[in-house]
């Protein structure tokens, strides 16, 4: 099984990874592992947004990336929603994959470690990358692989200067 974000970079990953498989996978598209949403700030850059919102970007910075921008979502709300879609893969007992954005991925990341959602800046997630948790009934989630790229060792990958709250 394959839980993916319903948009256009996750889907199209996920459906390269599953045709790789060697027998049928079944692909659950959802919403939920979108990336957070940026309100006023969606489709412009960070020095776009530093100059034309100079006094909300600074606040931003300056409180720790917490909160939203106007009309935006907070990462409390990606947390709840990307935590949701771990939760429900990790009842079946089987092998699951999410493919989604870096900003789900690390919450779900502190969500399965029980850790509060703003340790997410300790967890480098890199484009492409590959996490592992392994999950027991009645266990917290334990962290196998992190962040591993090896599969890219000598590949060209595109840069993207996607928004990810950072930290």
């Not at 996920?14 to 996978?25: D, F, L, S």
């Not at 412009?44 to 990336?65: D, H, P, Q, Y």
């Not at 779900?108 to 800046?121: K, N, Q, W």
Request: proline letters at 4%; hydrophobic letters at 35%.
């Amino acid at each position: 099984m394959i839980y993916t974000s319903d948009l256009g970079r996750a889907r199209e990953t996920t459906g390269i990874i599953a045709a790789k498989q060697q027998k049928r996978v079944l692909i659950t598209e959802t919403p939920d592992l979108r990336e957070r949403h940026y309100g006023h700030w969606e489709g412009l850059t960070r020095e776009e947004v530093a100059r034309r919102f100079t006094e909300e970007w600074n606040a931003w910075i300056g409180g720790g990336k917490i909160g939203s921008p106007i009309g935006g979502e907070d990462f409390a709300s990606l947390a709840r929603r990307a935590g949701r879609v771990f939760d429900a893969a990790a009842q079946g007992g089987e092998t699951v994959l999410i493919s989604a954005h870096r900003g789900p991925l690390r919450a779900i990341l502190c969500h399965a470690l029980g850790l509060e959602p703003s340790f997410r800046s300790r967890f480098s997630v890199a484009n492409c990358s590959l996490s592992a948790l392994e999950c027991q009934p009645a266990q917290r989630p334990r962290l196998i692989l992190l962040n591993d790229t090896c599969h890219l060792h000598g590949m060209v990958t595109p840069s993207v200067s996607g928004w990810d709250d950072g930290g």
